[in-house]
Nanobody, 123 residues
Framework: QVQLVESGGGLVQAGGSLRLSCAAS????????MAWFRQAPGKEREFVTA????????RYSDSVKGRFTISRDNAKNTVYLQMNSLKPEDTAVYYC????????????????WGQGTQVTVSS
């Protein structure tokens, strides 16, 4: 079992930045791939970004590429999402997810999910 706890969400103006954190426990952190997904009201959950177990490989959705950066600190059992140049359309609940397989973009790849943290971007 893996427990995930997100933090760092909040309200920010368009063009601003936020950094989300996700602390993991219950399993060797370096053995799990990590990802961020988001879900806006009335929409399906969508892939944002993912990172490999070692942190050397990442993938991003086209909508956030160049603005968001995922990273991980295996010594701290934490994955981060640095979000820059935020837009109102980035408003959503952001979820951290863990996989004992690979860092794919499909949500079905992920076994464990956090409770989510709200990000609201005002125009």
């Amino acid at each position: 079992q893996v427990q995930l706890v997100e933090s760092g969400g909040g309200l920010v103006q368009a063009g601003g930045s936020l950094r989300l954190s996700c602390a993991a426990s219950g399993r060797t952190f370096s053995s799990i791939a990590m990802a961020w997904f988001r879900q806006a009201p009335g929409k399906e959950r969508e892939f944002v970004t993912a990172i490999s177990r070692s942190g050397t490989s990442t993938r991003y959705s086209d909508s956030v590429k160049g603005r968001f950066t995922i990273s991980r600190d295996n010594a701290k059992n934490t994955v981060y999402l640095q979000m820059n140049s935020l837009k109102p359309e980035d408003t959503a609940v952001y979820y951290c997810a863990a996989s004992n397989r690979n860092y794919y973009s499909s949500p079905t790849n992920y076994n464990y999910w956090g409770q989510g943290t709200q990000v609201t971007v005002s125009s």
